[in-house]
């Protein structure tokens, strides 16, 4: 999708899988959860997020890293992405009872 790899230091930890970073910018976008520390908080409260991205938990300054770095991506690779998000969280509010 056009993400590129992480190369770790031999003394670093494995870098995040890319996509469970873009789950995360996908529930906040639905969320309206905006702020990379509110993200991150909601890594650790939410049961929901929590399952949605296999229990890891980045900090603020990785998933900001991870928009920064990789909005071409998310954006260019994706051309419907603003006009499709919008309309999934109605079709998701209508099916939760929101």
């Known amino acids: 999708m056009g993400f590129k790899k992480v190369i770790a230091e031999a003394t670093g930890r494995p870098p995040y899988a890319a996509g469970d970073l ?12 905006r702020s990379s520390r509110m993200i991150e908080r909601e890594t650790r409260r939410n049961i929901e997020v929590m399952w949605l991205v296999n229990r890891v938990s980045p900090t603020y300054k990785t998933i900001a890293d991870f928009r920064r770095d990789h909005s071409q991506a998310i954006c260019g690779r994706m051309p419907g992405i603003h006009w499709l998000l919008p309309r999934a969280a109605v079709v998701w509010r209508r099916t939760a009872g929101y």
Not at 22 to 33: P, S
Request: glycine content about 8%.
């Open 22 to 33: 873009l789950k995360l910018y996908v529930y906040g976008y639905l969320n309206r959860v």
